[in-house]
Nanobody, 125 residues
Framework: QVQLVESGGGLVQAGGSLRLSCAASGRTFGGYTMAWFRQAPGKEREFVAAITWSDGNTYYADSIKGRFTISRDYAKKTVYLQMNSLKPEDTAVYYC??????????????????WGQGTQVTVSS
């Protein structure tokens, strides 16, 4: 079993920055893909970014490319999402997710086996 705990959300003004963390515990993660999704009120959960645990390959949604960076600390079993130049439309609950195997469908939330509880990010204009 894998547990994921997000932290780092909060309220920030437009143009500001936040760094989200996802601490993973449980079994080893050698072949895992880790991802961030977000869900705004009244909208479907959407893909934000993903990273492969073993070699650190990264994947991004077009809407955040160039502003957000996903990274991982292998020793700490922690995945980060650095969010810069935040916009009001980035307001959402951000979720960390883990997929036990790599898939080219990594932008599909149904691929993921484990989820965190989410952390709220609110960007004021």
């Amino acid at each position: 079993q894998v547990q994921l705990v997000e932290s780092g959300g909060g309220l920030v003004q437009a143009g500001g920055s936040l760094r989200l963390s996802c601490a993973a515990s449980g079994r080893t993660f050698g072949g895992y893909t880790m991802a961030w999704f977000r869900q705004a009120p009244g909208k479907e959960r959407e893909f934000v970014a993903a990273i492969t645990w073993s070699d650190g390959n990264t994947y991004y949604a077009d809407s955040i490319k160039g502003r957000f960076t996903i990274s991982r600390d292998y020793a700490k079993k922690t995945v980060y999402l650095q969010m810069n130049s935040l916009k009001p439309e980035d307001t959402a609950v951000y979720y960390c997710a883990a997929d036990r195997v790599f898939s080219f469908r990594l932008r599909n939330l149904n691929e993921y086996d484990y989820w965190g509880q989410g952390t709220q990010v609110t960007v004021s204009s």
